[in-house]
């Protein structure tokens, strides 16, 4: 991930939310959706998420994450598979 500069800073707020939902097994769209925001701005935010852990991917992140407690396994919320669309 590109943008050195934001190496090592606190997650924001919709960082941290954007990842607990992305570590419940949401897709962009469906976090966009929870967090009233746009699919783009998602992205952005699990972007710049990866960036300031040192994450390869939005999976790394959500793993890095988790090992330093910035999100907890509690609060994992596991969609319903029947209606994950």
Not at 8 to 32: C, E, F, H, N, V
Request: glycine share 8%; no cysteine; net charge positive.
């Amino acid at each position: 991930m590109r943008n050195p500069g934001l190496y090592g800073q606190p997650l924001s707020p919709g960082q941290l939310a954007a990842l607990r939902l992305a570590a419940s097994g949401y897709s962009s769209r469906q976090i966009a959706h929870r967090l009233g925001t746009t699919e783009q701005g998602i992205h952005l935010r699990l972007k710049e998420a990866a960036v300031r852990l040192g994450a390869r991917s939005r999976t790394h992140a959500v793993v890095i994450a988790l090992r330093r407690h910035l999100i907890r396994f509690d609060d994992i919320d596991y969609p319903d598979q029947r209606n994950a669309a």
